[in-house]
């Protein structure tokens, strides 16, 4: 509610997030989309508790973010969030299915419950056969493909997604939206995902725009 | 204990994926530690030469001049005080040592510097020692000399029966030694009373005493009654003299400071290449950190990443590196060049560079502690 952002100071402030109220729904499937320089990553990073808003509050199921310690946050963003991030940022030295168990450990699950789970879960997104390559040894789409079993691993009931399909061609970047929306919906997971790629825009249950730091509510779909 | 588990294999696959960096900084953890381990080594060489007189000879008491520290040096002791001595209660035997520095008449006129050794034939334990040919028997023959063959080079020849010239003095080569070399020029063994010719010391005079005991264990308590009768000596315990020397060569004579400096150097520039190859490829990787980061893994996971890809770098760096230096004193044996290194000092330089490899990740985690992750979404 009333979150913004600024960065700099005196003459040279910018005011990316301008006042944002956004209410979205438990299980709900929320595309961001909004020109360049809009302000959508910023409010997904604040929102992803990655950023702190400049004034605001910002609350995600019953904890206000702005509550929540600095030292506390990364543990609150390991166990209530799942990240899909616009380049895969997979880690290049580990396979895929270590790639999926990684948060799983950083919990603190055992070795064999994380890696069964990592498996079960790349088998979801059609990757069973993949387990043991490499990022590199993976195409863009399968590699996101990975990065979303890594989101969803845990069960998380936050999802951000930042641009997942820009780098990918359009038979792949609907692949995988699909492939979230359908795992994001079996776990009544909350997803806010920012992109404008519009070949995607019909499985969002929901659009909104950004614009010059505000949101402009547009269009909601009956998925 | 899984998320460790699971930070030390990362650890592992990150350093073999960026298998370049690995071998950079593996190859700096080795030059630093070949670099220090051989300065090493030279050092332990110089202390056992300086000490290898004492340590062969290895008598219970010492009579030496005032504040001597190389054998040879102050002023000669009158041979007197021998019976003296050998009237204390407790003592088994005193053996007069002359001692000086000399020149023998080389190659091609070259003169090289000997230390002339002169010894009883009765004196127990008194060399000449790793004798190679010749007898012992033979030094206490009028201008025998037993001489070192390393330096045949330098000497000419040291065939048993040739004629060589010390001092000035023609002598006769009776005998050779080998590898009998000291922090002295090279040692040339020969009775008390041409040691005292060649050196053009007086008749009676010794440059020290070496005493055995009955009992060891009294060396301190004789030592004391010693001392006492003998004001104007030194009485010193065999280990006290072998620290005097340590110390002199060590600290005095500056050769300890020198070679430590060297391997602290090596050491050095082993930290810097290490922190810096460490550095570049956690900048090369910043976003996978980033990601790390944003995922949910707190600064000290990633500390812990670092901090153990150091640890696992300078434990297969220090163990290739301790395998090689130990087998530097084979390597380099030659008989006028002496490395030494005990396993003992291999262990702990080491444990010293895995600390160093440690030390060198502190400036990725600072880095890392600094990286905001919300640069993933830039």
Same mark, same amino acid.
């Given at each position: 509610?009333? %979150?913004?952002?600024?960065?700099?100071?005196?003459?040279?402030?910018?005011? %990316?997030?301008?006042?944002?109220?956004?209410?979205?729904?438990?299980?709900?499937?929320? $595309?961001?989309?909004?020109?360049?320089?809009?302000?959508?990553?910023?409010?997904?990073?604040?929102?992803?508790?990655?950023?702190?808003?400049?004034?605001?509050?910002?609350?995600?199921?019953?904890?206000?973010?702005? #509550?929540?310690?600095?030292?506390?946050?990364?543990?609150?963003?390991?166990?209530?969030?799942?990240?899909?991030?616009?380049?895969? *940022?997979?880690?290049?030295? =580990?396979?895929?299915?270590?790639?999926?168990?990684?948060?799983?450990?950083?919990?603190?699950?055992?070795?064999?419950?994380?890696?069964?789970?990592?498996?079960? +879960?790349?088998?979801?997104?059609?990757?069973?056969?993949?387990? #043991?390559?490499?990022?590199?040894?993976?195409?863009?789409?399968?590699?996101?493909?990975?990065?979303?079993?890594?989101?969803?691993?845990?069960?998380?009931?936050?999802?951000?997604?930042?641009?997942?399909?820009?780098? !990918?061609?359009?038979?792949?970047? @609907?692949?995988?939206?699909?492939?979230?929306?359908?795992?994001?919906?079996?776990?009544?997971?909350?997803? @806010? +995902?920012?992109?404008?790629?519009?070949?995607?825009?019909?499985?969002?249950?929901?659009?909104?725009?950004?614009?010059?730091?505000?949101?402009?509510?547009?269009?909601?779909?009956?998925? | 204990?899984?998320? $460790? !588990? +699971?930070?030390?294999? @990362?650890? /592992?696959?990150?350093?073999?994926?960026?298998?370049?960096?690995?071998?950079?900084?593996?190859?700096?953890?080795?030059?630093?530690?070949?670099?220090?381990?051989?300065?090493?080594?030279?050092?332990?060489?110089?202390?056992?030469?300086?000490?290898?007189?004492?340590?062969?000879? *290895?008598?219970? !008491?010492?009579?030496?001049?005032?504040?001597?520290?190389?054998?040879?040096?102050?002023?000669?002791?009158?041979?007197?005080?021998?019976?003296?001595?050998?009237?204390?209660?407790?003592?088994?035997? /005193?053996?007069?040592?002359?001692?000086?520095?000399?020149?023998?008449?080389?190659?091609?006129?070259?003169?090289?510097?000997?230390?002339?050794?002169?010894?009883?034939?009765?004196?127990?334990? @008194?060399?000449?020692?790793?004798?190679?040919?010749?007898?012992?028997?033979?030094?206490? !023959?009028?201008?025998?000399?037993?001489?070192?063959?390393?330096?045949?080079?330098?000497?000419?020849?040291?065939?048993?029966?040739?004629?060589?010239? =010390?001092?000035?003095?023609?002598?006769?080569?009776?005998?050779?030694?080998?590898?009998?070399?000291?922090?002295?020029?090279?040692?040339?063994?020969?009775?008390?009373?041409?040691?005292?010719?060649?050196?053009?010391?007086?008749?009676?005079?010794?440059?020290?005493?070496?005493?055995?005991?009955?009992?060891?264990?009294?060396?301190?308590?004789?030592?004391?009654?010693?001392?006492?009768?003998?004001?104007?000596?030194?009485?010193?315990?065999? #280990?006290? $003299?072998?620290?005097?020397?340590?110390? $002199?060569?060590?600290?005095?004579?500056?050769?300890?400071? =020198?070679?430590?400096?060297?391997?602290?150097?090596?050491?050095?520039?082993?930290?810097?290449?290490?922190?810096?190859?460490?550095?570049?490829?956690?900048?090369?990787?910043?976003?996978?950190?980033?990601?790390?980061?944003?995922?949910?893994?707190?600064?000290?996971?990633?500390?812990?990443?670092?901090?153990?890809?150091?640890?696992?770098?300078?434990?297969?760096?220090?163990?290739?590196?301790?395998?090689?230096?130990?087998?530097?004193?084979?390597?380099?044996?030659?008989?006028?060049?002496?490395?030494? +290194?005990?396993?003992?000092?291999?262990?702990?330089?080491?444990?010293?560079?895995?600390?160093?490899?440690?030390?060198?990740?502190?400036?990725?985690?600072?880095?890392?502690?600094?990286?905001?992750?919300?640069?993933?979404?830039?």
């Amino acid at each position: 509610m009333g %979150v913004t952002k600024s960065f700099g100071s005196g003459a040279i402030i910018a005011h %990316v997030l301008r006042g944002i109220d956004l209410t979205v729904e438990r299980g709900e499937f929320v $595309y961001l989309s909004g020109p360049s320089g809009s302000g959508k990553t910023t409010l997904l990073s604040i929102i992803g508790c990655v950023l702190r808003p400049t004034t605001g509050e910002i609350w995600l199921g019953d904890t206000e973010l702005g #509550k929540i310690k600095e030292s506390q946050l990364a543990r609150f963003r390991l166990e209530q969030i799942g990240f899909i991030f616009q380049g895969h *940022n997979l880690l290049g030295a =580990i396979n895929a299915e270590e790639n999926v168990a990684f948060p799983l450990r950083l919990r603190g699950w055992s070795t064999g419950k994380a890696l069964a789970t990592a498996r079960e +879960m790349l088998h979801k997104v059609g990757l069973g056969e993949r387990l #043991k390559h490499l990022p590199e040894q993976l195409s863009g789409g399968q590699r996101q493909r990975v990065a979303v079993a890594r989101a969803l691993a845990g069960s998380p009931p936050f999802v951000f997604a930042d641009e997942p399909t820009a780098s !990918l061609d359009a038979q792949s970047g @609907l692949k995988v939206t699909e492939i979230l929306r359908t795992l994001a919906k079996e776990q009544g997971c909350t997803v @806010l +995902m920012v992109s404008h790629d519009s070949r995607v825009f019909h499985l969002a249950d929901r659009i909104l725009h950004i614009e010059d730091g505000l949101i402009i509510p547009q269009t909601e779909h009956a998925a | 204990m899984s998320r $460790y !588990l +699971m930070l030390f294999s @990362l650890s /592992v696959s990150m350093l073999i994926h960026g298998k370049l960096k690995t071998i950079g900084a593996l190859a700096g953890i080795l030059f630093a530690i070949l670099l220090a381990g051989q300065q090493l080594a030279a050092l332990g060489g110089a202390t056992y030469q300086a000490e290898l007189f004492q340590a062969k000879a *290895n008598p219970d !008491l010492w009579i030496l001049p005032q504040g001597v520290k190389l054998l040879g040096e102050g002023r000669p002791l009158p041979e007197t005080i021998r019976p003296r001595l050998l009237a204390i209660d407790d003592v088994k035997s /005193v053996e007069p040592v002359v001692v000086g520095a000399s020149e023998v008449l080389g190659k091609n006129g070259k003169r090289e510097s000997v230390t002339v050794v002169g010894i009883e034939r009765d004196a127990e334990g @008194l060399g000449p020692w790793n004798l190679v040919s010749g007898e012992r028997e033979a030094l206490h !023959l009028p201008h025998a000399v037993i001489v070192e063959d390393s330096f045949r080079e330098r000497t000419g020849s040291t065939n048993v029966g040739s004629i060589r010239e =010390i001092g000035g003095h023609e002598v006769r080569v009776v005998g050779t030694t080998w590898g009998m070399l000291t922090w002295l020029p090279q040692f040339a063994w020969t009775n008390p009373q041409t040691a005292r010719l060649i050196l053009g010391m007086p008749e009676r005079d010794v440059s020290f005493f070496v005493v055995r005991l009955n009992n060891p264990e009294m060396a301190a308590e004789v030592q004391q009654k010693l001392q006492r009768m003998l004001p104007e000596v030194e009485v010193l315990t065999h #280990k006290e $003299y072998s620290a005097r020397v340590h110390h $002199y060569v060590l600290v005095d004579a500056g050769a300890g400071a =020198i070679l430590l400096v060297s391997a602290v150097v090596g050491l050095f520039v082993g930290l810097v290449i290490v922190s810096l190859m460490m550095y570049t490829s956690v900048n090369d990787s910043i976003r996978e950190y980033g990601a790390m980061k944003a995922i949910g893994a707190g600064n000290g996971d990633l500390a812990i990443l670092v901090m153990m890809q150091g640890l696992i770098l300078g434990i297969v760096g220090s163990f290739i590196g301790g395998a090689v230096i130990s087998w530097i004193p084979t390597m380099m044996r030659a008989p006028n060049v002496i490395m030494l +290194m005990d396993l003992g000092t291999v262990v702990q330089l080491c444990l010293l560079m895995i600390v160093i490899c440690i030390v060198a990740s502190f400036a990725s985690v600072l880095r890392l502690r600094k990286l905001e992750p919300a640069m993933i979404f830039r």
